[in-house]
């Protein structure tokens, strides 16, 4: 006897929960309306976002959080390209992501009918993969290799775009299969022949540097990263994706280098005779002008993108292969060897103590972000996971903010998205509800998807939102501070509009203010206090203020910009 039919929408639901998919995250309309019947009775939580972009950003925080597949769910037309920023976030972060779009008719499709979009189209270039249905009985087969293309081999968003009558489509389930996937094939083991010529050049440096990125914590090997630079003493500097996979405060950790890193770092990839780059692209950001980076060094490459290798810098030992099996093979080919490193690391430990991270937090003067970070880190909890918007304050958190392991720093590296930071919190609490959720925030990042908070008092997520308000986009006023003679363009907000403690308790959350530095600890207690809903705290900070060190994009890291006086250098 024949099972019975099903749509195609119960498919997708059905799919979904054979995948142990527990929580999604979406907005229904009418070409996807289909999905959300069977959804009704369901398990699978679904968490109801107020824009696309918001719940594609919650599905990116839940992924980045936990390290498995994030979902998003959204209608045709304008559902679907409102997931565009969030697709390629993930792309650029490497975020295992599943995007399901409703479309409209088959017979439809060309017509401009009403919501059409291009969806494949649109998204080729945002997305690992993406598919377009045409009959239901594909839907079981096309999400089960969706899924596995987003969380193997270098992670990142694929989309499966399905017609409505496709949804509303009859058929029997046929259980999906993974099968070959021809032009598909990660390579994950590497070759041994490349991870004896890495160990050879490890063995015969004196100044080697670890140089670690996102690829680290995707592959789960921040415990080999640290049993290799441990057992043979090689300094470690971890990319803006990367920190957390080796602990701050561990004697070989020298934190972040680049635009904004701390001197040593950056100064240490300039010095240093081998570079030993895993899960790292080369990015802008840290290399500057790639013609005078790390000149004086060879260079090791392991990625598991073979796309990567070489596309900035030509490498003397290109390894392809997941992070975690490179670094196993290097600590077997290494084996008993002794690397004498104890004078380079004496330099480095001399130069961090003369070229220190560094602000002035006045008694009675502005609020410093740094300040205010390193306050309210001494009163949140160890595994608190910190999710953060982009500018400056992302730069501070990622130099003051000790990271200890990994999956704990949540943001948007390569796309720099404004406006990522809330619903990503959103989306780390809807997996882990009994963890502290920091959202830090600026208020320009926060305005751009600020209604999520409804989302989160709705929902019955807690988060913790600390906005510092500077009254300007911070970053962007920097630079035309520095490169425009304070000709400040269209970057002022103004402190007063919105009133942030007003809109918070409109919108279901405790609003809460600090401005003076004994306000600090106190607003913190009652912030940290509150967990039956979520609590915003306004932070009113030094408009003044810019981050340093920095290297000017397209610069040289042998130049590194230190404090304002540095600028008059220039």
Not at 71 to 98: C, E, K, Q, R, Y
Not at 220 to 235: C, G, R, S, V, Y
Not at 393 to 416: A, V
Request: proline share 6%.
């Amino acid at each position: 006897m024949s099972e019975e039919k099903l749509s195609g929408a119960e498919l997708v639901v059905r799919s979904l929960e054979y995948m142990n998919i527990s929580t999604i995250f979406g907005l229904p309309g009418g070409a996807i309306l289909p999905a959300y019947d069977p959804l009704y009775d369901s398990p699978i939580r679904h968490i109801l976002a107020r824009h696309e972009q918001g719940s594609g950003h919650m599905a990116e925080g839940y992924a980045q959080a936990t390290g498995e597949l994030g979902v998003v769910i959204a209608t045709s037309g304008p559902g679907a390209t409102n997931l565009i920023t969030p697709l390629t976030n993930a792309l650029m972060d490497s975020t295992p992501l599943l995007a399901i779009t409703g479309q409209v008719a088959s017979e439809a499709i060309g017509n401009d009918a009403f919501q059409e979009a291009y969806t494949v189209g649109l998204t080729m270039a945002a997305t690992k993969h993406n598919y377009l249905i045409t009959s239901a009985e594909e839907i079981p087969q096309v999400l089960l290799e969706a899924k596995h293309i987003a969380t193997t081999g270098r992670p990142g968003p694929v989309l499966v775009d399905i017609p409505k009558d496709i949804l509303n489509q009859k058929v029997e389930w046929i259980e999906p299969k993974l099968i070959e996937m021809p032009g598909y094939k990660p390579t994950l083991e590497p070759n041994p022949k490349m991870i004896s010529q890495a160990a050879e050049l490890i063995k015969q440096s004196k100044k080697p540097i670890l140089y670690v990125g996102g690829g680290i914590i995707h592959s789960k090997a921040n415990q080999e990263l640290f049993e290799l630079a441990t057992k043979f003493k090689i300094p470690v500097v971890t990319t803006l994706m990367g920190r957390g996979a080796f602990p701050d405060g561990n004697e070989l950790c020298f934190e972040m280098p680049g635009m904004h890193g701390n001197y040593t770092a950056t100064t240490s990839i300039q010095k240093s005779d081998l570079l030993i780059a895993i899960g790292v692209r080369f990015d802008d950001r840290v290399t500057a002008n790639p013609k005078f980076f790390a000149q004086n060094a060879k260079v090791i490459h392991a990625d598991i993108d073979p796309a990567e290798i070489g596309k900035i810098r030509e490498p003397e030992v290109p390894i392809v292969g997941d992070a975690k099996s490179v670094i196993t093979g290097l600590i077997e080919k290494l084996a008993d060897t002794d690397l004498n490193t104890s004078d380079w690391l004496n330099e480095l430990n001399q130069m961090k103590k003369e070229y220190p991270l560094s602000y002035n937090q006045e008694e009675k003067g502005p609020l410093k972000v740094p300040f205010v970070l390193e306050e309210l880190q001494k009163l949140a909890d160890d595994d608190a996971i910190v999710v953060s918007g982009v500018g400056q304050h992302q730069m501070w958190i990622s130099q003051h903010w000790n990271f200890t392991s990994p999956n704990t720093w949540l943001n948007s590296g390569g796309l720099g998205t404004m406006g990522y930071s809330l619903p990503a919190a959103i989306g780390a609490k809807a997996a882990y509800p009994d963890r502290q959720i920091l959202a830090l925030d600026g208020d320009g990042c926060f305005q751009m998807t600020c209604q999520e908070l409804i989302t989160a008092s709705t929902e019955n997520i807690p988060i913790k939102i600390v906005v510092f308000n500077n009254g300007n986009h911070g970053m962007v006023r920097q630079w035309q501070k520095i490169f425009y003679k304070n000709r400040f363009s269209a970057s002022e907000l103004t402190h007063h509009t919105p009133d942030y403690v007003a809109l918070a308790e409109s919108m279901g959350a405790t609003g809460l203010r600090m401005i003076e530095k004994s306000d600090v600890k106190k607003v913190f207690e009652k912030m940290l206090e509150i967990d039956d809903k979520p609590v915003l705290v306004e932070c009113i900070v030094d408009p003044e203020d810019m981050v340093f060190p920095m290297v000017p994009a397209g610069g040289s890291n042998d130049v590194v910009i230190l404090n304002e006086d540095d600028l008059k250098k220039l």
